[in-house]
């Protein structure tokens, strides 16, 4: 996609770091943009910042676990912007536990926003997006410890990989459409993650300590000088989309842990002969063997400096 003016944009958990910083490279680009997220004091204070600047924005309270409420907020933003161009699947929370100590609560919430989330934007808005025929794409904010296991963050690798794979086979199905799909993966981010991520747990899917627990301090305690900022992280979203880039990486830093994993998935492919008439077979299978949207993808050169 390369004509961005006018076009409109649905960004969920658009009200703070990355999401917000996607909206302002989209702004900047001349695009409408929708902030859809579950907190009504961050819209505020995020739509804020268009209206000074007189760019057009419009901002929804949406918990994008809530299917109904989710086709409510696609059609009040075709009723104010006309139609809806990129989809960005951005919302998420993070919660670091090593496995045992993880409970069916917190599996429950962290697939409820970080995988089905990103499944309910897609069946919502997709339909709305091929309907009015122009050029689209949808873009999904997955991780870099989707490519690479952190310890310890079972929850977070394990939803943000179904991302990955759930956005690879999105770019299959949609080949041959004018709308393109990417799966975002960024390294360190400065953000208000940890803090959100207890803001807007669901009681019922807190574990008996968060409930009695004092409600988190409002503040940001994601952010490091040496993190990237959420407009540069933004930058690289509209750069991939133009690009129709079907990963896009922020991290140099991350590259020879991702190549270990690689390397590590090849070796453990059995040292024997290939069946060739098993291999006939499967490639009956589509693409089952071989996926050549793997080949669409290049490499993209330096970003500017600009940080802010
Ligand atoms: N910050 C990082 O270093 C980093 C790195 C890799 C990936 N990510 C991912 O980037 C995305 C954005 O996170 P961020 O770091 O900017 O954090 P953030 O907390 O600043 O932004 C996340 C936003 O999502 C909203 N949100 C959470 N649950 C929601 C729900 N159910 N419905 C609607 N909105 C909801 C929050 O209110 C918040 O405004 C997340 O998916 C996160 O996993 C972040």
């Not at 901002?59 to 409510?72: M, N, W």
């Not at 429950?108 to 808005?125: E, K, Q, R, S, Y």
């Not at 953000?191 to 300590?209: C, F, G, I, W, Y």
């Not at 098993?278 to 693409?287: D, I, N, Q, V, Y």
Request: with cysteine; aromatic share 6%; charged share 25%.
């Amino acid at each position: 996609m390369r004509n961005f003016k006018d076009k409109v944009a649905f960004i969920t958990g658009g009200a703070s770091g990355i999401g917000l910083g996607i909206a302002k490279a989209f702004a900047d680009a001349g695009m409408k943009v929708v902030l859809a997220d579950l907190r009504r004091d961050a819209l505020d204070e995020a739509v804020a910042y268009f209206e000074k600047r007189q760019l057009p924005v419009h901002s929804i309270q949406l918990d994008v676990t809530d299917r109904a409420a989710y086709e409510r907020a696609a059609d009040e933003t075709e009723k104010v912007f006309g139609k809806i161009h990129i989809l960005v699947n951005n919302a998420g929370v993070g919660a670091g536990k090593s496995i045992e100590k993880t409970t069916f609560r917190d599996w429950d919430f962290g697939v409820a926003v970080n995988f089905m989330g990103v499944v309910n934007g897609i069946l919502t808005i997709l339909p709305r997006i091929l309907k009015h025929g122009e050029e689209g794409h949808i873009v999904s904010t997955a991780s870099m410890a989707a490519l690479s296991a952190v310890e310890g963050n079972a929850i977070y690798n394990a939803t943000k990989s179904a991302v990955v794979a759930l956005m690879e086979t999105v770019a299959c199905d949609l080949k041959n459409t004018n709308v393109g799909a990417s799966v975002y993966c960024p390294g360190p981010v400065s953000s208000n993650l940890a803090v959100t991520s207890q803001l807007v747990r669901p009681d019922h899917l807190k574990n008996e300590e968060e409930l009695a627990a004092s409600p988190p301090v409002k503040g940001n305690p994601s952010a490091n000088d040496l993190f990237m900022t959420p407009e540069e992280a933004g930058r690289r979203v509209l750069r991939g989309i133009e690009r129709n880039d079907l990963y896009i990486l922020t991290h140099p830093e991350f590259k020879e842990g991702v190549k270990a994993r690689c390397d590590a998935i090849l070796k453990a492919f059995p040292d024997e002969p290939l069946n060739k008439e098993r291999a006939e077979l499967l490639k009956k299978f589509g693409t089952l063997l071989y996926n050549p949207i793997y080949d669409t993808q290049t490499t993209p050169g330096p970003m500017d400096g600009k940080t802010e």
